[in-house]
């Protein structure tokens, strides 16, 4: 049986290991430098930052995916997918298309034109599943990144 939860501030460890669990299916869990205390002050504070799903099958964890809104000017509001994981042995069941609906059942009960997110380009099972649902690809659009050194240096420029 599937249920599909709002995680709560107990649920700061457990997101946790399903993050890195997620880094490391990404092969990039070196990368992957979160702790619980930023995760409990981001998520679960005064302003949260993000918002995120468990899944569980039969009482055991099986997924979650993390989410959090954003502003187009062009057309609105939307949320934005950041994680979206099912752990290997409860893949197959319709986990993920449940916690893609869940998300975009929040999308529309808070008025949202649109979810977005990103999917890496050897996650061919994913690139299939989401196709089948109509996605829209924008391979024009190349995601950027600016992070450690390089973002203090251009903060510094600020006046």
């Not at 409860?90 to 008025?111: C, D, P, Y």
Request: glycine fraction near 6%; include cysteine; charge should be negative.
């Amino acid at each position: 049986m599937l249920l599909i939860r709002p995680a709560t501030v107990n649920d700061v460890a457990l997101l946790r290991t399903l993050i890195r669990e997620l880094a490391e299916f990404e092969r990039q869990l070196e990368l992957c430098v979160i702790e619980e205390a930023t995760l409990l002050r981001d998520g679960f504070g005064a302003k949260p930052k993000f918002r995120a799903l468990i899944a569980e099958w039969s009482g055991q964890t099986a997924g979650y995916a993390l989410f959090f809104g954003y502003y187009s000017t062009w057309v609105g509001p939307g949320l934005y997918l950041e994680d979206i994981f099912v752990r290997p042995e409860f893949r197959g069941k319709g986990i993920g298309m449940a916690l893609l609906a869940a998300v975009a059942r929040i999308a529309l009960q808070e008025n949202c034109c649109a979810m977005r997110w990103e999917v890496l380009d050897w996650n061919e099972r994913a690139i299939e599943l989401y196709k089948s649902l109509g996605v829209e690809f924008r391979d024009e659009w190349r995601p950027v990144l600016l992070t450690d050194d390089a973002l203090r240096r251009l903060a510094e420029r600020a006046l």
